[in-house]
């Protein structure tokens, strides 16, 4: 009987961990990497497996969570964040896919997006598809951008029960996230060689903005999710300026520290 293992990490998530744990208790095996938390992460982690590990908070999530999984000894994984969760119905679904000895090596399965107290139908929130379970060692992470999928061998095939995300329940919750993952952006910009210009102040700080906002809130039905829905296209639009801004931040102290770098030699 094919067996599963679900990976989660997490930084400070001590108030999230117990629904999203409570959630997936049905798993052969949780597998838990805590990501530096100066909260009771460990502790509330610990109630509810033995497999927990700790690695430092790495910009770049997407190493660590390639970490936990291979700390995985199932035959099947499913990683989880601690902000989303597993209905039972997904649960039932997934137990019996996988005991079904699929030809897939991987699934994707809709994610319902719980946004200021309620759950986003329209703006790209919906089904909002993610791939999560997969056969050990037939997919893994490029640990390039943060927001990458997994590379999968084989074919892939799709769940229809949908998992759920709890995403940003505060303004505050909003913004800690922009800054955590603009940071990633910009350093990884820095390191792609772009340099700053007018052109791209243009571009991170006004069109791009403009753009996804009016892709999201008019032309995908953002403002059907009533004030969500505007809040939502509004805060994932200006997820741009912030880039730019840590952008233009990390290329300053670059060039400053080339500058006196060359003073001192």
Request: a positive charge; aromatic letters at 12%.
């Amino acid at each position: 009987m094919s067996t599963i293992s679900v990976t989660v990490i997490g930084y400070n998530d001590a108030h999230l961990l117990p629904n999203a744990l409570e959630s997936v208790s049905w798993a052969d095996e949780i597998v838990f990497v805590d990501c530096g938390s100066s909260d009771d992460s460990l502790t509330v982690a610990r109630r509810y497996t033995d497999r927990v590990f700790e690695q430092p908070n790495r910009t770049n999530l997407n190493v660590n969570k390639s970490y936990a999984i291979e700390q995985a000894g199932r035959e099947w994984v499913f990683y989880l964040d601690p902000d989303e969760a597993i209905p039972p119905a997904l649960a039932e679904e997934i137990r019996g896919v996988i005991s079904s000895n699929p030809r897939e090596n991987a699934f994707r399965l809709p994610r319902r997006n719980h946004f200021f107290g309620r759950w986003l139908r329209h703006g790209g929130q919906y089904p909002d598809l993610q791939l999560r379970l997969f056969r050990r060692g037939k997919a893994h992470f490029p640990c390039v951008d943060v927001h990458e999928s997994l590379q999968v061998e084989g074919s892939v095939g799709r769940l229809r029960e949908a998992m759920e995300h709890y995403t940003c329940p505060t303004i505050f919750e909003s913004l800690r996230k922009m800054d955590f993952y603009s940071t990633f952006h910009g350093e990884l910009m820095v390191k792609q060689g772009m340099r700053p210009s007018i052109a791209m102040a243009l571009s991170y700080m006004l069109f791009k903005p403009v753009g996804k906002f009016l892709r999201r809130y008019f032309l995908k039905g953002g403002f059907l999710d009533g004030w969500p829905g505007f809040l939502q296209a509004s805060i994932s639009s200006i997820d741009f300026q912030f880039r730019f801004i840590k952008f233009w931040q990390v290329k300053a102290q670059s060039v400053q520290d080339t500058a006196q770098s060359g003073a001192r030699q």
